[in-house]
């Protein structure tokens, strides 16, 4: 379920500290850990979304070096495009619709028109995308080591290289056993990633306007041009050719990036060791967009005048861990004790500058320095942060005969992006378990239950995912005004200041089942979950206009606006069976189902909106008590106006942009006032899927293995953003 309308992603670990799935070559990843119970309440403040445990491959002791070289090649192609009609279709349904209108028709003779182009088609191509992955690896008794490098390189579908992506990565990891106390490890990465990229998604995109440009017409003239899109009543000025805006996209952008961690044990006494971790990401980035001036007929895409916006962004996260664990044994009593510290600094800068007037309207010139035409805005733009958090914990494990299991943990978290009074907080958690298959009565694991275990967990979490300063007014908002007669340029107050900005928390209670039957062959998950988010900090909060949240440079404040629940109960089961040396197969299903309510609404509204069409319409969504996250609100409808007859009964649709006319969808007026307006909207919806599920499976002969995997989401609501109602769609 959706736990927050905030930063809802989780927390990546990757060898014990805070990574990056993107960067990481899949092939260097041994084993992945997901956290979603209040076990994750070790990793403190941003654990509140569950934390991604990655671990990657090591050297093995005491083996000799080993080198694995892997490469793949494929071909990518769109499975299923969007059902649409052809020319003939399109100019007879067209034909139909001006007849009923008593107008003339279009289309004449439909006879002649066939299949017309499938813009679809026109835009998608089947895409390359290649492999390459080295690794050498091996150890001694003292000294373990990996060493890897790979290749990727990837065409869109939409744009083959115009959207192209291409990354190299470069990863050493090396252990040693120093001495009998003290032993080092090192996991270091290096990634260089490229990209170029299309507006493929959304109002205004190649696919958009693939699916608007009627099939009628060709995708270029007699000259071998690309043809122009008429703007025609229906049409407008928002549609063009969409192989043309391929065409006439430029950009690129290089991400630098060096990550891992160097880390130390030292063991004091033989029931205490001292660890200490030093992770570190550290990354620069460039980019750069060419606008060139082209023009498209009159179109919101035409552009008068050549420009090229380029930036330079350094970003850097630093942690260091540092922890004593106590190790103790009393019979069949084990216990441990952990207390330490973490510390984490974030810190970065960008800069963003634009220039116009590009020489010889090109690409290969499109460089900031070079376009040195007077800009008719600020072109400039920079920002910086400095953001840091202080941790302690605390934890005991207790077990009996490694039966009875308990564990008990405290954080003090605290984190510079909220004010004095409220910078510090505590997060306690405990769990719990008994492992009755260990059990004398249970009779041991040798009948057709292996191993049964129950367990439960409660903790609170914080998280923290907010932009930073939300809590401190700034003077990073544009200011002009006239003196003498003269405009100058000042400063003025950003965004609106909330002193009391707090932690989000995350209560979550989980209580399962773990099973294992049949000689191990079966194993059984199953879990009910209580996750309650409180103090949502939500940013973006419409407050009133008096205070300046519209000023250029302004914003709006962050908040801590509500409270959500999300209950339910996941359950997986998975077989595993050797059938010989040669054969081996591995099935498995999970299903989840959810409940997802809001509690609390702290805005003074009682709503809060969201989401957005971009062409003026209200916000489809609401958060609101007693419904899903972002339920849906808007118009209920009730079929088609078959005829001027009903249009006339029923109530008047005006206050919508026109009146109706057959044919048109027919909204049902909520109110029972006569008039279909805004005071109509209702809840017509809900994106929260009632259950999810997923089914795999893998088979194994020899050197071969088959793969495949299911996913299904059941009883949530789309919005199709991509359906858009044009009154007029003729043109020749």
Do not use: C
């Amino acid at each position: 379920g959706v736990a927050t309308n905030g930063d809802t992603s989780p927390l990546v670990i990757i060898d014990g500290y805070i990574g990056d799935l993107s960067v990481l070559n899949p092939s260097d990843v041994e084993s992945i850990t997901v956290l979603k119970d209040a076990q994750a309440a070790i990793y403190g403040a941003n654990g509140a979304n569950g934390v991604i445990l990655v671990t990657t491959k090591s050297g093995k002791r005491n083996s000799k070096t080993k080198i694995s070289f892997n490469s793949t090649t494929g071909i990518q192609e769109a499975s299923r495009t969007l059902p649409t009609l052809n020319a003939t279709e399109y100019a007879l349904l067209l034909n139909e619709s001006y007849a009923n209108g008593g107008k003339t028709i279009p289309y004449p003779n439909v006879s002649g028109l066939g299949e017309g182009t499938n813009w679809q088609k026109e835009i998608m191509n089947p895409a390359p995308i290649i492999n390459y992955d080295l690794s050498i690896s091996g150890g001694s008794d003292k000294i373990f080591y990996a060493v890897s490098a790979s290749h990727l390189a990837q065409d869109g579908i939409i744009g083959g290289d115009k959207s192209g992506f291409e990354r190299n990565t470069a990863r050493v990891s090396l252990g040693a056993d120093v001495s009998d106390r003290l032993k080092l490890k090192t996991n270091i990465i290096y990634t260089n990633l490229t990209r170029k990229t299309i507006n493929d998604n959304g109002l205004g995109s190649v696919l958009f306007n693939a699916l608007n440009v009627s099939p009628t017409q060709a995708p270029y003239d007699s000259n071998g041009n690309y043809t122009l899109v008429p703007s025609t009543p229906g049409l407008g000025i928002e549609i063009i050719n969409p192989l043309a805006q391929i065409e006439n996209t430029y950009n690129d952008y290089e991400l630098k990036k060096f990550n891992g961690n160097l880390g130390l044990d030292y063991k004091l006494t033989n029931s205490f060791v001292f660890t200490g971790s030093f992770g570190f990401n550290t990354q620069s980035g460039q980019s750069r967009n060419f606008a060139k001036q082209i023009s498209y007929g009159g179109k919101v895409f035409d552009v008068n005048r050549s420009s090229v916006t380029q930036s330079t962004v350094f970003d850097n996260n630093y942690t260091l861990d540092l922890y004593e664990t106590y190790t103790k044994k009393f019979g069949d009593h084990n216990i441990i004790g952990t207390l330490g510290a973490t510390i984490i600094k974030e810190y970065g800068n960008g800069l963003y500058a634009t220039g116009f007037d590009v020489p010889y309207n090109s690409w290969e010139f499109a460089d900031v320095h070079l376009a040195n035409g007077l800009p008719t805005t600020a072109p400039n733009n920079s920002y910086v942060y400095d953001e840091r958090k202080l941790n302690y914990f605390g934890r005991i494990q207790y077990d009996f005969k490694g039966r009875y299991l308990f564990s008990a943990m405290l954080r003090r978290d605290s984190s510079t992006k909220f004010g004095p009074n409220n910078a510090v907080a505590y997060f306690p958690s405990f769990t719990a378990g008994w492992i009755i298959s260990d059990e004398n009565f249970f009779g041991g694991n040798e009948g057709f239950v292996n191993f049964l275990k129950i367990r439960g967990s409660y903790g609170h979490l914080g998280s923290d995912k907010i932009p930073p300063n939300g809590y401190i007014s700034q003077l990073n908002g544009e200011a002009t005004y006239v003196f003498n007669g003269t405009i100058v340029n000042g400063l003025a107050t950003g965004q609106i200041t909330n002193p009391n900005l707090k932690w989000e928390a995350a209560k979550k209670l989980d209580v399962g089942l773990d099973l294992k039957m049949f000689q191990n062959k079966f194993n059984i998950v199953a879990d009910y979950f209580i996750d309650t988010r409180t103090d949502l900090l939500i940013s973006n909060i419409p407050v009133s206009g008096i205070l300046g949240a519209a000023a250029p440079g302004a914003g709006l404040p962050t908040i801590n606006a509500g409270t959500v629940r999300n209950s339910g109960v996941e359950f997986s089961i998975d077989y595993k069976n050797t059938f010989s040396n040669n054969l081996t197969l591995s099935l498995g299903y999970n299903v989840t189902v959810i409940k997802n309510e809001v509690t609390a609404v702290n805005n003074g509204t009682g709503f809060i909106e969201g989401g957005s069409f971009g062409v003026g319409q209200l916000a489809p969504s609401r958060m609101q008590v007693g419904k899903p996250m972002g339920y849906f609100y808007g118009y209920k409808t009730n079929g088609i106006f078959q005829n001027q007859a009903e249009v006339d009964a029923a109530p008047s649709q005006l206050a919508l942009g026109a009146e109706a006319q057959a044919g048109d969808i027919r909204y049902v007026d909520i109110n029972g006032d006569g008039v279909i307006n805004t005071s109509d909207r209702t809840e017509i919806g809900s994106p929260i899927a009632a259950s999810t599920m997923g089914f795999n499976l893998q088979l194994d002969y020899k050197h071969f293995d088959f793969v495949a995997y299911t996913f299904a989401s059941i009883g949530n609501e789309m919005v199709r953003n991509i359906t858009r109602q044009f009154y007029d769609l003729y043109y020749n």
